[in-house]
Nanobody
Framework: VQLVESGGGLVQPGGSLRLSCAASGFTFSRYIMNWHRQAPGKERELVAQITSVGSSTNYADSVKGRFTISRDNAKNTVYLQMNSLKPEDTAVYYC?????????????WGKGTLVTVSS
């Protein structure tokens, strides 16, 4: 199983970035996909969530209206479009897959991609 994030980098306040997370090794279309982030000295927080078929999304209040999560099940990829970025969005962003198997819930994590918002 692999989740590989990409698209992070340095961006000025007000700018945009699109993160991608390529999945392999499991049935991507059966999993809820999440983006989390962890800023220096802070706990990891859930940023956005999308259901397995993309019919429903949820966002943290801090990013609502600025970030959009989407997925392409044909490409086994989930995206996070981030607009109007603020310095407080600086964090390592992690992709997370959440599914249900016979024995319970299963969870996979990527290694993260760093987003730095600074002038």
């Amino acid at each position: 199983v692999q989740l590989v994030e990409s698209g992070g980098g340095l961006v000025q306040p007000g700018g945009s970035l699109r993160l991608s997370c390529a999945a392999s090794g499991f049935t991507f279309s059966r999993y809820i996909m999440n983006w989390h982030r962890q800023a220096p000295g802070k706990e990891r927080e859930l940023v956005a969530q999308i259901t397995s078929v993309g019919s429903s999304t949820n966002y943290a209040d801090s990013v609502k209206g600025r970030f959009t999560i989407s997925r392409d099940n044909a490409k086994n990829t989930v995206y996070l479009q981030m607009n109007s970025l603020k310095p407080e969005d600086t964090a390592v962003y992690y992709c997370n897959a959440l599914g249900t198997v016979l024995t319970g819930t299963i969870c996979y994590w990527g290694k993260g991609t760093l987003v730095t918002v600074s002038s």
